[in-house]
């Protein structure tokens, strides 16, 4: 049987704790979805939490939560929460 004429398309919200402000997660995660055809979005969050969208195949959104569960080199993951997520986006970027 040929495969799907579209790749899977997968979206999650990741809700990422632990010493993950003040350590480039956001801007390392922008450039880790990038390079992996990812888009979505991720902020910080008034808890001391990030918290991303992201969209994108099934094999590469498996790949950056795996990214987000050890983060940049400075970063201290606690745990990552995941939840399915809807919409739309077409780049990766950091919002406020």
């Given at each position: 049987m040929p495969p799907p004429p579209f790749p899977s398309c997968k979206t999650l919200r990741l809700l990422i704790h632990g010493r993950v402000q003040g350590v480039y997660f956001r801007d390392s995660m922008r450039r880790e979805a990038q390079s992996?055809?990812?888009?979505?979005?991720?902020?910080?969050?008034?808890?001391?939490?990030?918290?991303?969208?992201?969209?994108?195949?099934?094999?590469?959104?498996?790949?950056?939560?795996?990214?987000?569960q050890c983060g940049p080199q400075l970063a201290q993951v606690a745990r990552v929460e995941m939840e399915p997520a809807s919409g739309s986006y077409s780049v990766f970027e950091i919002t406020d």
């Open positions: 992996l055809s990812i888009s979505g979005w991720v902020r910080n969050r008034s808890d001391g939490t990030v918290e991303a969208v992201v969209q994108g195949q099934a094999d590469a959104v498996d790949a950056i939560v795996r990214w987000a």
